[in-house]
């Protein structure tokens, strides 16, 4: 079955389904949402809000709708509530060793884990729109058109602010090697 036809089945009352949903897109979330946090027990619970927020407005669903962009909407809101209730407790700098520590493939060399770090760092260094577009397009592969219509925009200006945040990204990068 397609994503579409199992969000209709759980739409319909058959919640069996969204066990099938979670296997399909629980990692993918979890990737967006510990990139856009920083902090992986913060995304294991927010991906797990997405999926409970997912059953809970599961009528809010349209069967035109493509069910990706459906479901990193849901995933947009959660951390963006999450963000609004934390923001006055997060401290100026992010734990980016902690992240890092966890993402990192532990069988790395040496000098991809010093490359690793200073591409989360450079992600961290971004506003938090750019570094949406670059998890979005770059690390969950949404294509620029699903990112578009999930962001209530233009593809051409999506293609605009992702060739803007990538330069943003490479500055901040090359700005860390000289350090």
Do not use: C, P
Not at 27 to 43: I, S
Not at 74 to 103: C, G, P, W
């Amino acid at each position: 079955m397609t994503d579409e036809q199992l969000m209709e089945a759980v739409k319909n009352g058959d919640l069996q389904q969204a066990s099938l949903l979670f296997d399909r897109y629980h990692k993918r979330l979890f990737n967006f949402l510990a990139r856009m946090t920083f902090d992986r027990d913060a995304a294991e619970d927010l991906t797990q809000n997405v999926f409970l927020r997912m059953i809970r407005y599961r009528s809010s669903y349209r069967e035109n709708q493509k069910f990706q962009s459906w479901i990193f909407q849901v995933a947009r809101n959660v951390f963006s509530d999450h963000y609004q209730a934390t923001r006055h407790e997060q401290s100026a700098s992010m734990d980016i060793e902690k992240l890092t520590d966890h993402l990192a493939d532990e069988n790395a060399g040496r000098l991809e884990e010093e490359q690793e770090r200073k591409l989360i760092r450079s992600m961290a260094m971004l506003n938090d729109e750019q570094r949406e577009l670059l998890v979005l397009t770059r690390f969950t592969h949404l294509k620029y058109e699903e990112v578009a219509a999930l962001l209530n925009t233009s593809v051409a200006n999506i293609k605009v602010k992702v060739h803007r945040a990538i330069g943003k990204l490479r500055e901040n990068y090359f700005e860390l090697e000289k350090t």
